[in-house]
């Protein structure tokens, strides 16, 4: 029987309009960019008209996007690269303490070179405060690091406010905007953003390609060096054939409006069902939230025993980052809003996408009770 995909935040599938256009640089059109004739010249024209593309819906200039291997390299360039360029400057970096690892793990590294990390507190639906951003920055700090979108919970944080702020005080602001990108209007320049990171893959794109959007006044070093390709940013041969197929993924998501309006229905239908269920609570802001993200926590269910019995019934969902699905410490995202260790074991992460039905939601809203129930009545707690 067909599986029912609910865990898009992990990642989706390659829409059919980004297969056909990369299909062309997997074999007739293999140049490498950097060479000097006739098929290299052509590489390299696809390369910069994707790169054109996503530049124009951030409202940047084409220089300014470096293509990465992922979101995870994105983050590692951004913190990494700012940190070294400006060790002159200072020696301290803000952060909340909800960033994905991609964020969190390059700001230890940097506390052990010597760097200064300030891991901010969120409130309990995930939110950070601008006034605490302000707060905590001092003559040392040189960059501030808070994502867009949180991966597991979908709370969308006030990246303008804190873009303003840092503009003020002279700070560069780095947003990983891995989950809202494509599915969230950004305009880096009236929100003040210095360096953004974004990921194919999560918005029917292919996996193995992401950018950095660097603000042409940024002071950053690169952290792998070769050939000098991307503006010396981030050498090795570019994967044309994933910039290309990121292209088009950005250009379907242009009617993201409509989209995210007929996700949000399907997703409130969902919580509210859920939400019936006793011991039940839903984890984030009900409305600073990304329309396609449910978390839900129950009472005496384990997540690990819910997933698999999900799984049976046809449900592919998660219970939190696809990042973290192996470690067997809770979320450090829910022990972040106040969940306790218990509670965060028992949530549950369903993220809608661009072939979610309203059949696959009524699905989901029959099969879940009963499996909750059924894992209770065997429930040690």
């Known amino acids: 029987m067909e599986k029912i995909y609910l865990d898009y935040s992990a990642t989706t599938p390659m829409a059919k ?4 256009a990369m299909e062309p640089y997997f074999s007739e059109k293999y140049g490498n960019p950097s060479s000097l004739h006739a098929l290299g010249k052509e590489a390299k024209d696809a390369l910069e008209k994707a790169r054109s593309s996503l530049a124009k819906s951030l409202n940047a200039k084409s220089v300014e996007i470096i293509f990465t291997g992922c979101g995870t390299e994105s983050n590692n360039l951004a913190i990494k690269g700012v940190a070294f360029a400006n060790r002159d400057k200072g020696n301290h970096i803000i952060t909340s303490n909800i960033e994905h690892p991609a964020v969190l793990n390059p700001c230890r590294w940097l506390e052990k070179q010597g760097f200064k990390v300030t891991y901010l507190d969120v409130n309990k639906e995930g939110l950070v405060n601008p006034k605490d951003v302000e707060k905590a920055i001092t003559k040392d700090t040189i960059l501030v690091t808070i994502m867009h979108v949180n991966n597991e919970i979908g709370t969308i944080q006030p990246l303008a406010e ?5 503009k003020k005080k002279k700070v560069y602001f780095h947003t990983d905007a891995v989950q809202g990108f494509g599915k969230l209007p950004i305009d880096v320049k009236k929100m003040n953003i210095d360096l953004l990171s974004a990921s194919a893959h999560k918005i029917l ?11 042409h006044n940024v002071k950053i070093e690169p952290i792998q060096h070769g050939g000098g390709h991307e503006s010396g940013l981030r050498s090795g041969t570019e994967n044309v054939a994933g910039a290309v197929g990121f292209a088009k993924a950005i250009e379907i998501a242009k009617d993201m409006k409509k989209e995210m309006e007929r996700e949000k229905k399907l997703r409130d239908k969902l919580i509210n069902s859920l939400l019936k269920i006793e011991g039940s ?10 329309a396609n993200n449910v978390n839900v926590s129950f009472k005496g269910v384990e997540g690990e025993a819910l997933l698999i019995r999900l799984s ?3 449900l592919q969902v998660s ?3 696809a990042c973290s699905s192996k470690s067997l410490e809770p ?5 972040a809003i106040g969940l306790t260790p218990v509670l965060a074991h028992g949530s549950l992460r369903i993220t809608l996408g661009r072939y ?3 059949e696959h939601i009524n699905h989901a809203i029959n099969v879940i009770p009963k499996v909750i129930n059924s894992l209770r009545k065997i429930s040690p707690f």
């Open 17 to 20: 309009e980004v297969v056909k």
């Open 162 to 166: 804190i873009g303003k702020i840092c």
């Open 205 to 215: 794109g292919p996996k193995g390609v992401g950018l950095l959007y660097v603000n």
């Open 281 to 290: 609570r839903l984890n984030g802001s009900r409305t600073e939230r990304l």
């Open 312 to 314: 049976q019934e046809r």
């Open 319 to 321: 219970t939190g980052s």
């Open 331 to 335: 979320s450090h995202v829910l022990t």
């Open 356 to 358: 979610t039905t309203e």
